[in-house]
């Protein structure tokens, strides 16, 4: 049995919607008091209002990852409104659209200030009160794109999802001594609000690729950080965890379900 996370302090960045919003829900419902970070105030107090009946208590800070100044505050509120802070999700990412041939410096630098610079900054001010709980957590959500695959016009995303992996290995080994954890998720194709037509071809396809043909969802992701989050995750660090439905395994692909494999054995 896990020890429970029932009135941990919990900040995730870009909480107010998509993954984040996810993860806050299910530490919600695991009683834990959780802080919700974004740029949009709007965004933060519907999500407030949603998420209020989940359990725990919830509260949204406004921030721009990718600004040291706001980063800071974040911190600074999240612990004002709850007392401490044991558990940092940096999940707030930014996936435009842009081939490398019409990449702009404008594009790199937009994308790296959220998904690598507000990654780092969210750690580096929340470190001395992660080490002040005895059992800080940190759990960056990357994605399989870039540490693993690519797709056109995400290389620069796919850079930024490596890079993540990158500072979280020398992070973890800085960070042991004062007892915190950095680990990662590393998501496949999740199924969020605002996604295109449930019922289009482009997302047939996408399941049928994937080995338990379907999406998945943001409490698939949210129940792995859920787990690196626990007292018994405590000797984890470092490390990265697939969360895709086996995406990333197949080497042909798929036969159609029934079907016999359409390729002989390598
Ligand atoms: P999403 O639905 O678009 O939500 C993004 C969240 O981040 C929002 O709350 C947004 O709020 C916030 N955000 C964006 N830029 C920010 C900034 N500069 N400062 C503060 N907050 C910011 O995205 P998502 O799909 O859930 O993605 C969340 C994470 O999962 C990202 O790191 C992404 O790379 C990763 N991921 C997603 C998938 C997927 O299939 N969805 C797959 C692999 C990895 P505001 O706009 O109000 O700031």
Redo the contacts with the bound molecule.
Sequence with gaps: MFTPVAGRTVLV????????KGIARTFLEAGARVAI????PD?GAAAVSDLGTAGGEVAFVR????VAADVERMVADTVERFGNLDVLCP?????PDVRVVDMTEEDIDAIF???VK?TMLAVTASVSELARSGHGRVII?????GPITGFPGWSHYGAT?AAQLGFLRTAAIELAELGITVNAVI????E???LDDPASDWRQRLASSIPQKRLGTVADIAHAILFLATDEAGFITGQTIVVDGGQILPEWPLPDSGSESSRGAA
């Design positions: 960045t870009g909480g107010t919607k998509g993954i984040g970070a974004g740029r949009d965004l921030a721009d990852v990718g999940n707030a990412g930014v996936c200030a959220t998904n507000g959500t990357s994605s399989i794109t999802k998501p496949g194709n999740i969020i609000e605002g």
